[in-house]
């Protein structure tokens, strides 16, 4: 793994010691890899930010979500009784009509 590669879990505080060292060491020679690091520092706080924010429900979901199943329930009822309904009317016209 290249230390770029190692630069996410430095700044959380993710890897061995030896890997630790080996990015300490690349640090003090290499602006580029202090120049991604800072990246990466700003990108965990900015995360880190985000993730301390409290997400909430609306108060009313609860009720929302209880009426959409009962719409939906009552709806598949209605089409069920429906479909029912013109079955049997339509077999009684058949019927009537002498069709069969």
């Given at each position: ?72 329930s009552f709806l598949n009822r209605a089409a069920s009784l429906a479909n029912e309904l013109l079955g049997a009317y ?11």
């Open positions: 793994m290249n230390l770029e590669e190692l630069l996410p879990d430095y700044v959380a505080g993710e890897l061995s010691d030896d890997e630790r060292e080996r990015v300490r060491a690349a640090l003090q020679t290499s602006p580029q890899l202090w120049a991604e690091l800072a990246r990466y520092q700003q990108l965990f706080l900015l995360l880190a930010a985000t993730s301390a924010q409290e997400v909430s429900a609306p108060g009313d979901l609860h009720a929302r979500i209880a009426r959409q199943v009962a719409l939906r339509g077999r009684a016209l058949v019927y009537y009509l002498g069709l069969r």
